[in-house]
């Protein structure tokens, strides 16, 4: 992933209804396409990229089955993918709602390679782990359970 | 000397290879927990307009990873930070505003400048009395997870 941003536009325009050739990765799932991979055209680390419903859906409204299928389908590509011997994964974040930080109406979600956190730490500091990684142990919800 | 988050959350371990169905449970579970510590902690503001049956009634972030959802039920976008002059010929300035959005959840923040960074970085105060200003106290709720730091 390492397409250059070469475009500007205006800040209203939404960055999803219509990609940016340069910024879009991939329609998936290939076959009937729901959702867009993009770049991050303002990312915060490298290979900041963004899942986004092919046409518009509200960030306010609950995910559906679909969006959380496909989040979950790039969590698992990203961390088997053959071409890197080094484990590697991915931090997905949903931003809903006046208070979330959220500065997008139409509904995506965004990731973070775990390693590019990580990257620039100082190496005499003890070493962070996210958040999520530390949260205790539990069963897993409701009827998912073997 | 351990502290714990100043803000709910709720988290659920995701099974190996789980159906689409499964995640969306484990979602709506969430989120149900999320919004019943907002109405527990009585800190939902009314809506001004019409509430449609798919919107969510709270502001929250999300996070998942393979192995893990979470969600964190938000009452603030961000908080100041005060600022204190320093230098004489420096002058006192506003303090600035930091927003928080889904990247709380790895533990990490941003911040626009330098200052703001030496600040929170310094003392750790301010980086647990704004992360007190963005959510629900966690005393709220039974379900609330327990992160110790």
């Given at each position: 992933?390492?397409?250059?941003?070469?475009?500007?536009?205006?800040?209203?325009?939404?960055?999803?209804?219509?990609?940016?050739?340069?910024?879009?990765?991939?329609?998936?799932?290939?076959?009937?396409?729901?959702?867009?991979?993009?770049?991050?055209?303002?990312?915060?680390?490298?290979?900041?990229?963004?899942?986004?419903?092919?046409?518009?859906?509200?960030?306010?409204?609950?995910?559906?089955?679909?969006?959380?299928?496909?989040?979950?389908?790039?969590?698992?590509?990203?961390?088997?993918?053959?071409?890197?011997?080094?484990?590697?994964?991915?931090?997905?974040?949903?931003?809903?709602?006046?208070?979330?930080?959220?500065?997008?109406?139409?509904?995506?979600?965004?990731?973070?390679?775990?390693?590019?956190?990580?990257?620039?730490?100082?190496?005499?500091?003890?070493?962070?782990?996210?958040?999520?990684?530390?949260?205790?142990?539990?069963?897993?919800?409701?009827?998912?359970?073997? | 000397?351990?502290?714990?988050?100043?803000?709910?959350?709720?988290?659920?371990?995701?099974?190996?290879?789980?159906?689409?169905?499964?995640?969306?449970?484990?979602?709506?579970?969430?989120?149900?927990?999320?919004?019943?510590?907002?109405?527990?902690?009585?800190?939902?503001?009314?809506?001004?307009?019409?509430?449609?049956?798919?919107?969510?009634?709270?502001?929250?972030?999300?996070?998942?990873?393979?192995?893990?959802?979470?969600?964190?039920?938000?009452?603030?976008?961000?908080s100041t930070l005060s600022r204190e002059?320093?230098?004489?010929?420096?002058?006192?300035?506003?303090g600035s505003?930091v927003?928080?959005?889904?990247?709380?959840?790895?533990?990490?923040l941003?911040v626009?400048?330098?200052?703001d960074w030496n600040e929170l970085r310094c003392d750790e105060g301010k980086l647990y009395n704004l992360l007190k200003l963005?959510?629900?106290?966690?005393?709220?709720?039974?379900?609330?997870?327990?992160?110790?730091?």
């Open positions: 992933m390492n397409k250059k941003d070469g475009q500007t536009g205006t800040k209203t325009k939404n960055p999803f209804e219509d990609p940016d050739d340069l910024l879009l990765v991939a329609k998936i799932p290939s076959n009937q396409p729901t959702h867009s991979l993009v770049l991050n055209k303002y990312p915060i680390i490298p290979q900041h990229f963004i899942l986004a419903t092919q046409t518009f859906k509200e960030q306010t409204h609950l995910l559906e089955d679909d969006d959380l299928h496909m989040v979950y389908a790039c969590l698992k590509a990203w961390e088997h993918d053959g071409q890197t011997s080094s484990h590697r994964r991915l931090f997905a974040f949903f931003n809903s709602g006046l208070h979330s930080g959220a500065s997008q109406r139409h509904r995506h979600v965004q990731f973070l390679p775990i390693e590019q956190m990580l990257d620039g730490q100082d190496s005499q500091q003890a070493a962070w782990i996210p958040l999520i990684d530390l949260m205790d142990e539990g069963p897993s919800e409701g009827k998912c359970l073997n | 000397m351990t502290a714990q988050l100043p803000f709910a959350h709720f988290h659920a371990k995701i099974p190996p290879d789980p159906i689409p169905s499964c995640l969306h449970e484990i979602y709506l579970s969430l989120y149900d927990k999320a919004k019943a510590s907002v109405h527990a902690a009585s800190l939902l503001q009314s809506n001004q307009g019409f509430l449609d049956h798919f919107a969510a009634e709270i502001s929250y972030n999300l996070a998942i990873t393979t192995s893990t959802m979470a969600i964190c039920p938000r009452t603030s976008e961000g002059t320093i230098g004489k010929n420096e002058q006192s300035c506003q505003i927003a928080l959005n889904g990247t709380l959840l790895s533990g990490t941003m626009k400048n330098e200052n963005i959510g629900v106290p966690p005393n709220h709720s039974e379900h609330s997870t327990k992160t110790t730091l």
